[in-house]
């Protein structure tokens, strides 16, 4: 089935599409070639996602800065921050959309999907909904101990009558035994024979951690470790900062720096002569996840060796925040994407730790996964598929039972199943 065509005709003839799948299916791969389908013919697509994460991965924006959201995460709040009503702006944008782009649906709570819907109709948009994401990978961030309610728990979800489509071939590894593994961790299924599968991966860990990269579930961790890891390494530190350049006076530094955090540019990326990496971009000749070894920094560029002996001559890459503004195009006024701000760095990270909600699309090949920071539903198996090399994966073991960390919200799994 050639899913791009596919979605694309749907698309096209005004229908919404549900675009789902485990991980390492594709469904960013194909998410980016419909917005470049798009984009090719000169239509307007919004790239958007629920944090700012999520929407560095397809070079958008986030929900609430799009739609005007604010801090808003209900339309209750909406109507108390007196955004309820929608500004001129706001709706002259969302109606010249021929695409809207949701990615990581999973994380779009019910809510906010109430607070989309309400846009596009005050809007009256009239072009397609793409919403792309997996249900039974990470689930809406909520405040305190509020009830985790998803997208799918919205009347709006109803409303606009998605044709599904779902992708399951499994690109990141050919290991079938792994890749059945997955499958059953993905729906929280845990018998006997997976939890024996489970413990074979608890192995003795390596002399040299520099050859693993460690997955955590916390922040501090993931720094404290690459801190530790690199000062084992003689050699002098190097630090490359990023090149900023504002396109609008207007761009304030707090906004740049959430930009870069969430795109995992690091503002002075510290390296030395022998340190691992890890590629944080797609290139023609390297992927986001690969693994590399650095063999030599001078003025300009990163020298990174990778496992097949090539040596990769790294420059900065930008990358563009991009607003959308109207502007005077051949004598008629339209909406046109630009960017505000663009960053400058090397699309690198240290590979001694990364943290799981960082480590979104990437397929890393040697990874030592830290269980006893699993705390959210899904997250165990989002850590775990990020392995592309089954044979070069260890986990910690574990101070809880598998069948514990494992675990899905059910209400996300009956929707899975049924739908």
Wanted: aromatic share 10%.
């Amino acid at each position: 089935m050639n899913y791009l065509d596919t979605i694309v005709k749907k698309l096209k003839s005004k229908e919404n599409v549900f675009l789902t799948g485990g991980a390492g299916v594709g469904k960013t791969t194909i998410t980016r070639e419909v917005i470049q389908d798009y984009e090719q013919e000169g239509k307007k697509v919004a790239k958007l996602a629920s944090t700012g994460m999520a929407a560095t991965l397809i070079n958008g924006q986030t929900l609430h800065s799009f739609l005007d959201l604010g801090i808003s995460s209900s339309l209750a709040e909406l109507e108390k921050n007196g955004k309820y009503e929608i500004k001129k702006r706001i709706k002259k944008l969302v109606s010249s959309m021929d695409l809207i782009v949701i990615d990581e649906i999973s994380m779009v709570s019910d809510e906010l999907f109430e607070m989309i819907k309400l846009r596009l109709t005050q809007a009256d948009f009239r072009g397609s909904l793409l919403v792309v994401g997996d249900f039974l990978q990470l689930p809406p961030v909520v405040r305190g101990y509020k009830e985790v309610k998803f997208a799918f728990e919205s009347s709006p979800w109803h409303e606009f009558d998605f044709h599904k489509i779902e992708l399951t071939h499994i690109y990141r590894t050919d290991d079938k035994s792994f890749i059945e593994l997955l499958h059953h961790i993905r729906f929280g299924f845990i018998d006997e024979d997976i939890h024996n599968s489970l413990n074979e991966y608890i192995k003795p860990l390596p002399n040299d951690l520099s050859e693993f990269t460690f997955l955590f579930g916390r922040n501090d961790s993931s720094a404290r470790h690459n801190t530790e890891q690199l000062s084992f390494i003689d050699g002098e530190l190097m630090v490359k900062e990023a090149q900023i350049i504002k396109h609008l006076k207007s761009v304030k530094d707090g906004e740049i720096e959430r930009f870069m955090n969430d795109a995992r540019i690091d503002k002075e990326l510290a390296l030395k002569v022998g340190a691992p990496v890890l590629f944080t971009r797609n290139s023609w000749n390297y992927f986001n996840g690969e693994r590399g070894v650095i063999v030599n920094i001078d003025t300009n560029h990163v020298y990174v060796q990778k496992s097949d002996g090539k040596v990769i001559k790294l420059e900065t890459v930008a990358q563009d925040k991009t607003l959308w503004k109207e502007k005077t195009v051949d004598g008629k006024k339209e909406m046109v994407e630009e960017a505000a701000f663009s960053v400058y760095q090397h699309p690198i990270k240290l590979a001694f730790a990364i943290t799981i909600h960082k480590s979104q699309g990437m397929s890393i090949e040697d990874l030592i996964i830290e269980t006893n920071e699993i705390f959210a539903p899904s997250q165990f198996y989002v850590a775990l598929s990020r392995a592309s090399n089954p044979a070069r994966l260890n986990l910690i073991a574990p101070r809880r039972q598998w069948y514990e960390l494992a675990f899905v919200d059910q209400k996300a799994l009956k929707f899975v199943k049924d739908s």
